[in-house]
């Protein structure tokens, strides 16, 4: 998958899966990434998911 640096020199984990209008899922504390897999991976059928 993909990292963005911000400007404070943090450094973001993203996934990016497929194409067309961006869709952005984003957890709070104490989740990971991974608990959205479902609903990106459902998403990303159509729609690009980030």
Request: proline residues 4%; aromatic residues 8%.
């Given at each position: 998958?993909?990292?963005?640096?911000?400007?404070?020199?943090?450094?973001?984990?993203?996934?990016?899966?497929?194409?067309?209008r961006p869709v952005i899922l984003m957890?709070?504390?104490?989740?990971?990434?991974?608990?959205?897999?479902d609903q990106a991976m459902a998403t990303?059928?159509?729609?690009?998911?980030?």
């Amino acid at each position: 998958m993909h990292h963005v640096t911000t400007a404070d020199q943090s450094k973001l984990y993203i996934k990016d899966w497929g194409t067309g209008r961006p869709v952005i899922l984003m957890h709070g504390w104490p989740l990971l990434a991974d608990s959205w897999d479902d609903q990106a991976m459902a998403t990303a059928n159509g729609l690009r998911c980030c």
